[in-house]
């Protein structure tokens, strides 16, 4: 049965996506219940969960020793990869189906390597797309220049698109015009528009625990007043997505859009990632209560999920209250904190992140093969 907290969230209109993967759930009736019970409509990954997941445990073991031929660590990652997205994918299926192609995605993300090459992206995202082979399978690109040009071929292609790690909301603009410029390629060589979806990753709580760090050490250096930060602090990451989506409704109107959305176009729905809270002094669920709202995404970490099954509240928050939202940001810049700035070095760091996440996963990958008599060599 339902969780009565989580279908309250669903009935919102805001689906709820996984932030989780590993090949155990995908076998033993775990994501099956999950499915069931707490209301999933998709599931995301990146390197970092693949990262533990891939290198750690046994749950692999049986397939690398049954690989013939020689690979790559990179080309074993895929393979290993591939299989638990196409499980995950054929799981969500009859979500996929019952959604009429709106919900039931499992995101699978291409190499940081190719973060700010459009071109390689491309090749890397069709590559990906080929592999798994199923209708309800993102493709992950990253949120750069680079990513946005890729976003639009891609779109042009048929390929579904998860665009990741997005902070700035003009960053956000850039990925939505990619978007429909591809669409609108699309349309114009005849292809269907009804089949193609996107999800734009906007990330949430990070944008909080950089401002506040950065308000933390006025503080200390005593060019701002305790008082001060803290009527500031907390408030930032959630009115930087209120912008997002006030940003989403109006870009998916008008004339433009009207003429796609004939055609049978799909909005590139926002999707609220890195909503766990990191600070324990706020509220375990924040950055699921204050973002809620019709045609939205929120991609929880199992333990946010449990949280909010436990005592998440549902209202329509994410766009309460715009006018405050503005103010929240206007705030920080008046501590000389330049919003943008803290944005373009989170960006830089998460693609960091994923970088480290992904040389990790494949050394542990190169071990774990040697040492079960199946090695491989080392890059791409």
Not at 109 to 119: C, G, I, L, Y
Not at 183 to 203: H, I
Request: proline share 4%; charged share 25%.
């Amino acid at each position: 049965m339902p969780a009565p907290r989580l279908q309250a969230l669903h009935d919102a209109g805001q689906s709820l996506w996984l932030d989780y993967i590993d090949r155990p759930m995908l076998h033993n009736g775990e994501l099956a219940r999950r499915i069931r019970d707490d209301v999933l409509t998709g599931m995301t990954s990146n390197p970092a969960i693949f990262e533990k997941a891939l290198a750690q445990g046994t749950a692999y073991d049986a397939q690398v020793e049954g690989l013939m031929g020689e690979r790559t660590s990179w080309q074993l990652f895929e393979e290993l990869a591939a299989a638990d997205v196409r499980a995950a994918c054929d799981l969500f299926r009859d979500v996929y189906d019952r959604s009429a192609g709106v919900d039931g995605y499992v995101s699978l993300e291409v190499s940081p390597n190719v973060a700010n090459d459009a071109e390689g992206t491309v090749r890397e995202a069709r590559h990906l797309w080929a592999l798994v082979d199923r209708p309800n399978v993102m493709i992950k690109v990253p949120g750069t220049d680079a990513g946005a040009a890729a976003l639009r071929q891609l779109i042009a292609d048929g390929i579904n698109v998860n665009v990741t790690l997005l902070f700035a909301v003009d960053a956000h603009a850039r990925v939505i015009e990619a978007y429909i410029a591809g669409l609108e390629a699309r349309a114009a060589a005849g292809a269907p528009l009804a089949s193609v979806a996107s999800v734009a990753s906007f990330f949430v709580s990070r944008v909080d625990s950089e401002i506040d760090k950065r308000l933390d050490a006025q503080v200390a250096r005593g060019t701002l007043s305790a008082d001060a930060a803290a009527a500031i602090k907390g408030k930032a990451a959630v009115a930087n997505a209120k912008l997002a989506y006030h940003l989403f409704t109006d870009r998916f109107s008008g004339t433009r859009w009207e003429a796609l959305a004939a055609r049978g176009a799909r909005v590139q729905r926002p999707l609220w990632a890195s909503t766990s809270t990191k600070n324990p002094a706020y509220r375990d669920v924040i950055y699921v209560e204050e973002l809620v709202g019709p045609q939205t995404v929120n991609t929880l970490p199992p333990a946010t999920l449990e949280a909010f099954r436990d005592h998440g509240d549902t209202r329509r928050s994410i766009d309460e209250d715009l006018v405050g939202a503005k103010r929240a940001l206007a705030a920080v810049e008046s501590t000389g904190i330049s919003v943008r700035e803290v944005t373009d070095q989170l960006l830089g760091e998460g693609l960091a992140s994923f970088q480290k996440s992904f040389d990790t996963l494949l050394a542990g990958l190169e071990a774990k093969a040697s040492a079960l008599g199946r090695p491989v060599s080392a890059g791409r």
